[in-house]
């Protein structure tokens, strides 16, 4: 045994041999992604409100205004794939941090991408944006470590309530953000960019400072030394090997929830503007949705923990529709219906993402979940890239009621993959109701 090897063992040692500093350990590590995720949401936001308003004004078109979006998911998907790596190798502290970091550079680049007008360096910044994004997401794996198998959802919803403050806040600063950003000689819409530069980092530094011992290099290390002494696993801690068929629901649970919400989320700002929308009240409708993607997580967690995640995949397909739906017949000029429409939009992804999410966790193990989970979300983040582009063109050769009409109808693939699901024998059950 090696030094560092050495090292690691004297400080995960008493959690191995302890299943009560187990599950202190699983509270503070779920404690530290809440307060992470606060300064995570702000970041996330400032991309969703403004990224395909900025890239509208200085291409001066609107054929292109999916690129922001399809950039900066883009650019999470690579993030994705690497922070999937680096926490598999060096545990979710330094992956999550590293992530974080890089989405605030990728902020500070937007802004300086916006003082110069240059349309090349903003592409390239919004890449780099992306980090960020792929890292928030990411973070809700981080709570379920330690989380045995009937509180997984909810940790998962957990770390995603506590990113509604951020989130919400980040959209309604618009105006604020964007009158600091004039007065100090910065474009208004790179304001909210600011704000997110410094969000993404803050949540880089919780990570980085406080989350020690890692939750997932004790998770393995538990794993991995109850395999050695060749033990059956626990049933209550829910460790098993990976199953496929697992993986692929969980996944496209989660892939088709994104392509859905992104496409419509980015142009629902295009076309407000279209219709008289002022800055500050496209601000108020997309803080609303994304609270509606984060804050029902509580209530989401205890239902997929309860009634099931297949249960509530097709409750997520089905409100997705009813979102497109209510999108397509909102009259333009009225805030209330676009809120409604916008609100059921965030909640049908919320649902796809927690039962989604969870899938996946039942069907990995400790030794390659990190890694598994990094490759899912580069294809969730790939979807969203998806939505993000084919939305602006969809909009710009037909119209916004098409593109909500065709994103409801997408969202009711998920009833046949439940269907699927529910036909195999070896999707995992893990005393959880499938």
């Known amino acids: 045994m090696t030094h560092e090897s050495q090292l690691i063992d004297s400080h995960i040692r008493p959690y191995m041999d302890s299943t009560d500093m187990q599950r ?12 992470s995720q606060i300064f995570g949401g702000a970041g996330l936001a400032a991309g969703v409100t403004v990224g395909a308003l900025l890239a509208q004004e200085m ?7 999916g690129v922001p979006a399809a ?7 690579v993030a994705a794939f690497l922070v999937g790596r680096l926490s598999e190798h060096y545990g979710r502290r330094l992956g999550l941090a590293a992530g974080f970091f890089t989405g605030g550079l990728g902020a500070l680049g937007v802004i300086l991408a916006a003082v110069n007008n240059s349309v090349v360096l903003l592409f390239i910044s919004l890449l780099i944006y992306g980090a960020g994004t792929a890292t928030n997401l990411q973070a809700r794996y981080a709570g379920t470590d330690l989380a045995k198998s009937n509180q997984r959802a909810k940790a998962i919803s957990i770390a995603m309530v506590s990113t509604t403050i951020g989130a919400v806040a980040g959209p309604n600063m618009v105006d604020f953000t964007g ?4 007065s100090i000689g910065v474009p208004a819409l790179g304001g909210p960019f600011l704000l997110a530069a410094a969000a993404y980092t803050l949540a880089g530094m919780v990570f980085f400072i406080f989350l020690r011992p890692d939750p ?10 109850q395999q050695s002494l060749d033990q ?3 049933e209550g801690t829910g460790v098993q090997k990976s199953t496929t068929s697992g993986l692929i629901v969980g996944a496209t649970v989660m892939i088709l929830t994104q392509i859905v919400m992104v496409a419509i989320m980015t142009m629902t700002p295009i076309h407000m503007k279209h219709h008289g929308h002022s800055l500050g009240e496209v601000g ?3 803080g609303i949705h994304v609270g509606s993607m984060f804050f029902p997580s509580l209530i989401t967690g205890v239902l997929v923990d309860k009634i099931g995640r297949t249960a509530m995949s097709v409750a997520s397909g089905g409100v997705l529709l009813l979102a497109g739906i209510v999108a397509a017949v909102a009259p333009p000029d009225s805030m209330v219906v676009l809120v409604i429409a916008l609100s059921l939009l965030g909640i049908g992804w919320n649902f796809g993402l927690i039962s989604g999410t969870a899938i996946i966790v039942d069907a990995t193990d400790p030794t390659t979940r990190a890694k598994t989970q990094g490759t899912i979300d580069v294809l969730i983040a790939l979807a969203g890239a998806t939505g993000g582009v084919m939305s602006g063109m969809v909009v710009a050769h037909s119209s916004y009621a098409t593109l909500s009409l065709a994103g409801g109808g997408l969202a009711l693939l998920l009833i046949p993959v439940v269907i699927w699901s529910r036909s195999k024998s070896n999707v995992p059950v893990l005393n959880n109701k499938t």
């Not at 291409?59 to 205004?65: H, K, N, R, V, Y």
């Not at 997932?216 to 030394?225: H, S």
């Open 24 to 35: 202190k350990l699983y509270k503070r590590s779920l404690f530290i992604v809440v307060l």
């Open 59 to 65: 291409l001066g078109t609107e054929s292109f205004a």
């Open 71 to 77: 950039l900066f998911t883009l650019g999470s998907a």
């Open 179 to 182: 009158n600091f950003a004039t």
């Open 216 to 225: 997932y290099v004790v998770a393995k290390a538990v794993f991995e030394a």
């Open 232 to 234: 059956k696993v626990d």
């Open 284 to 286: 108020l409708v997309i």
